[in-house]
């Protein structure tokens, strides 16, 4: 799996951003999804996942303003950020997973780390 972010850059808090990320699978390979993000001097943690069927899931630090999306045709992942706080720069990754299969689906894991993961892309907010 090859994932490759982009869309990150600076804005003032209260503006918004939308972060895209390309991913490459084999053929008929089927995954879940996520973003992560990493903050300085942090650890990585989650920030929203996405099933293979549009289930979606969010950490609670983002619910209401971050809302993840993904164009199955084009093999793209979204994440669009509104109503940014100097609290969300972080180095954001796109993530995914084989996950687990359930009600005809495949279901991101919970509170764990996944299985692949891009380079990153830049978030800095500044008020």
């Known amino acids: 799996v090859t994932l490759v972010e982009s869309g990150g850059g600076s804005v003032q808090a209260g503006g918004s951003l939308r972060l895209s990320c390309v991913k490459s699978?084999?053929?008929?390979?089927?995954?879940?999804m996520g973003w992560f993000r990493q903050a300085p001097g942090k650890e990585r943690e989650w920030v929203a996942s996405?099933?293979?069927?549009?289930?979606?899931t969010y950490a609670d630090f983002v619910k209401g303003r971050f809302t993840i999306s993904k164009d199955n045709t084009k093999n793209i992942l979204y994440l669009q950020m509104t109503m940014l706080k100097d609290e969300d720069t972080a180095l954001y990754y796109c993530?995914?997973?084989?996950?687990?299969?359930?009600?005809?689906?495949?279901?991101?894991?919970?509170?764990?780390?996944?299985?692949?993961y891009g380079q990153g892309t830049q978030v800095t907010v500044s008020s």
């Open positions: 996405i099933d293979s069927d549009g289930r979606t």
């Open positions: 993530a995914a997973d084989s996950g687990y299969y359930r009600e005809n689906a495949v279901r991101c894991p919970r509170g764990k780390e996944f299985g692949y």
């Open positions: 699978t084999y053929q008929g390979s089927r995954y879940c």
